[in-house]
């Protein structure tokens, strides 16, 4: 009798479990699958991830006469059947300073621009890849003019301009001095931001996505406390992602650009 005794009662206790287990397990979903904050405030949640190209992009390579010379490469958008069309925006990207323009065809970001309808322009910039550098480039108006020379000479207007690290030499200068001549910026903890007061920061009127890695408690930190100033921003915060937060969340980070894009047409 005993034993028959234990038994059920071991029963007993298995079917109490399940029957908790069943209880409890919608709302251990409902927390698990919450969206953080950032990502609702970027409208990620309601927006699929994008789909990886299936369709081979042709990346072509070009230099531009000048001091320095200026090697760039370039993604023509592409419809579903791989037939190129009229872009819906130029998109111009810069790299930081382990990196070259070749990174975005690496990362497969040229490749997903182009078969979203984006014209991509990746330069290497003075000194870095197969740009040789130059002496002509001291000052910061010398570096915006350089990337003002590099857009005019391929026909670009009212470019979304990707500027991570150390590209902010070049780009927030460009910002400060030519923003008109941009449709979007989006920078990705770009140095030179502290050079700047609220109000230069508050006279850009251009949409903005200010990226950067959760772990990135330096360079991305300190520019996000000072890109938050200009009016019309936008932030994706890369969670688990350190100072180059795209090659870290490379997923993440397409879909916050391809989303943002989005938003410009």
């Known amino acids: 009798?005993?034993?028959?005794?234990?038994?059920?009662?071991?029963?007993?206790?298995?079917?109490?479990?399940?029957?908790?287990?069943?209880?409890?397990?919608?709302?251990?979903?409902?927390?698990?699958?919450?969206?953080?904050?950032e990502a609702q405030r970027m409208g990620l949640m309601a927006t699929p991830p994008p789909p990886i190209p299936t369709i081979n992009v042709s990346i072509r390579t070009g230099q531009l006469p000048g001091d320095p010379p200026l090697f760039f490469r370039e993604a023509l958008?592409?419809?579903?059947?791989?037939?190129?069309?009229?872009?819906?925006?130029?998109?111009?990207?810069?790299?930081?300073?382990?990196?070259t323009s070749k990174t975005w065809e690496e990362l497969g970001t040229m490749a997903l621009l182009a078969t979203n309808g984006y014209q991509a322009?990746?330069?290497?910039?003075?000194?870095?890849?197969?740009?040789?550098?130059?002496?002509a480039l001291k000052t910061d108006q010398n570096r915006a003019d350089l990337l003002s020379r590099f857009m005019e000479s391929l026909g670009v207007r009212a470019a979304v301009l990707l500027s991570p690290s150390m590209s902010g030499h070049y780009s927030i200068p460009f910002l400060m001095k030519n923003s008109a001549q941009l449709q979007g910026f989006i920078p990705i903890a770009p140095?030179?931001?502290?050079s700047y007061t609220p109000q230069q920061y508050q006279n850009i009127q251009i949409p903005t996505l200010i990226v950067f890695g959760a772990l990135d408690t330096n360079l991305g930190a300190q520019s996000h406390k000072n890109l938050i100033q200009l009016p019309h921003h936008f932030v994706l915060k890369l969670e688990g992602a350190r100072h180059a937060c795209y090659m870290d969340k490379p997923r993440e980070f397409h879909q916050g650009l391809i989303d943002f894009l989005s938003k410009l047409n």
């Open 1 to 37: 009798m005993n034993f028959l005794r234990n038994r059920l009662v071991v029963l007993g206790l298995v079917l109490l479990a399940t029957l908790l287990l069943y209880l409890l397990l919608p709302s251990i979903r409902q927390g698990s699958m919450e969206p953080s904050l």
């Open 77 to 99: 958008p592409v419809d579903g059947a791989g037939r190129q069309i009229l872009p819906r925006l130029q998109v111009v990207l810069l790299h930081g300073q382990a990196f």
């Open 121 to 135: 322009l990746a330069m290497d910039l003075p000194g870095y890849g197969k740009s040789p550098d130059s002496e």
């Open 191 to 194: 140095v030179g931001t502290r």
